[in-house]
């Protein structure tokens, strides 16, 4: 079976990171995309993410609801400590060794590839698919062949540009600004319901976060 995970903080999830699941998934013929929400940021500050981890996993799981070929595992945010792509690829893959699997992420991401822990032993588990807007310039991940073994295992898909971000969502509810349609919807009832976002000290600030986000 070809799996596809999907790590990020997801703070929160919006729109743009489910169009780009379901993209790839398509055009890879995934039979499954696994949601990751990250765990204790190996590389950010903490107090960097606004949202706790039970919000953040809650939103996601709410994200994936309805969609047989999504699901979301918690294994970052259970860890309790900082975790690198690599060993959180390493854990997945033990669970199902005979399955294949893509690591999704963004093109702007994956051409800081060289930062990651390991980045080669990381390819050797998976392919890393690069997600690219319409228009990028692959040469900006020209520089990591010379680096990388498997820089063969590096492997970009076009999807539709949404210029939606996590930032301008949380500055709308900042400014008690609609996010309707920019997340889905059981996604904007719990930052609603919850009052997250809003910078009132409503909800408890910090939580976890990965190093590689779309």
Not at 102 to 113: H, K, P, R, W, Y
Not at 117 to 122: K, S, T
Not at 142 to 170: G, K, M, Q
Request: proline share 5%; aromatic share 6%; glycine share 8%.
């Amino acid at each position: 079976m070809r799996v596809g995970i999907f790590g990020g903080t997801f703070d929160p999830v919006h729109q743009g990171h489910m169009i780009v699941a379901e993209q790839v998934m398509t055009e890879l013929d995934l039979a499954q995309v696994v949601f990751v929400p990250g765990g204790i940021p190996p590389h950010k500050e903490a107090s960097s993410v606004r949202a706790t981890a039970p919000d953040r996993l809650a939103m996601v799981e709410a994200a994936v609801e309805g969609n047989e070929r999504f699901s979301v595992d918690r294994v970052e945010i259970d860890a309790g400590r900082p975790m690198h792509s690599v060993e959180t690829v390493s854990i997945l893959r033990e669970r199902s060794p005979d399955d294949e699997w893509f690591f999704i992420t963004g093109a702007d991401e994956v051409s800081n590839l060289l930062a990651w822990r390991e980045p080669d032993r990381l390819l050797e588990q998976v392919v890393m698919v690069a997600a690219t807007r319409p228009g990028y310039d692959l040469s900006r991940l020209d520089h990591l062949e010379a680096a990388l073994r498997n820089f063969d295992r590096i492997f970009p898909v076009e999807c539709t540009r949404v210029d939606i971000s996590a930032t301008a969502i949380r500055r709308k509810m900042l400014q008690r600004k609609s996010i309707r349609y920019l997340v889905p919807e059981g996604v904007r009832e719990i930052i609603e319901n919850r009052g997250l976002y809003r910078g009132d000290g409503s909800r408890a600030e910090g939580g976890l976060v990965k190093e590689e986000i779309l």
